[in-house]
């Protein structure tokens, strides 16, 4: 269905070489990325250990991108003050995990210069970001995921267009994220859908010319807009 909101192509972090995060980030902006995708994983969450605040305050040194910053860990209380403090942009916590404390880590979440957003898992129901939306003091986005969290590379999950559908009819000019297996063969979907937040880590680092898949993900993005 037709959207209002901008298309945001964010490729993710985690299919960069690390070791050289400075200038994967600069190249990703330069090939036309609009935020930087950062996957915070505490190994308990799911089974994964990434990266954390020091690696985004070392990040921020190098570059003014906007950093949106997805959280797979149990306590996301626990890191607001820190990833505030680093120069996190956005922070998106998952909804499994906060369904007692999502009002405090808005607050603090926007206390702290941050953009708040939610996430949610392939087996959790859509409904239950509807609180987080609502409230006095909302979240602006909300991130599907189409993969389990956890890792890159997995295959992009179709049904979870149900749950995107679904937000947009409802939420027409919220940023809706889709994460995980996004690339040329599955965006088309996502976006008539309503995504317009594209998360792409594999199929963009993967790619021969990355900044051609950059602008593929954000054409789709904008068709849908017009055909609606
Ligand atoms: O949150 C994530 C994994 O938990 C990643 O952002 C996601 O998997 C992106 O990688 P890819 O595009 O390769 O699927
Ligand atoms: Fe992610």
Known sequence: MATQVEPKIAPSMLS???????SEADRMVNFGADWLHMDIMDGHFVPN?????PVIESLRKHTKAYLDCHLMVTNPLDYVDQLGKAGASGFT????????????LVK??????MRPGVALK??????????????ENPVE????????????????????????????EKYPTLDIEVDGGLGPSTIDVAA?????????????????????VISL?????NMARITG
């Open 141 to 168: 986005m909300v991130l599907v995921m189409t993969v389990e969290p956890g890792f890159g590379g997995q295959k992009f999950m179709p049904d979870m267009m149900d749950k995107v559908r679904t937000l947009r």
């Open 93 to 104: 916590f998952h909804v499994e995990v906060s369904k007692d404390n999502w009002q405090e």
């Open 122 to 135: 392939p087996g959790t129901a859509v409904e239950e970001v509807y609180p987080l939306l609502e409230g």
């Open 192 to 212: 008539a859908a309503g995504a317009n937040c594209i998360v792409a880590g594999s199929s963009v680092f993967g790619a021969q010319e990355p900044a051609q």
């Open 49 to 53: 250990l990434t990266i954390g605040a």
């Open 217 to 221: 993900l954000r054409a789709s993005v």
């Open 108 to 113: 603090r979440i926007k206390s702290k210069g």
């Open 16 to 22: 960069s070489d690390f070791a050289n995060l400075a």
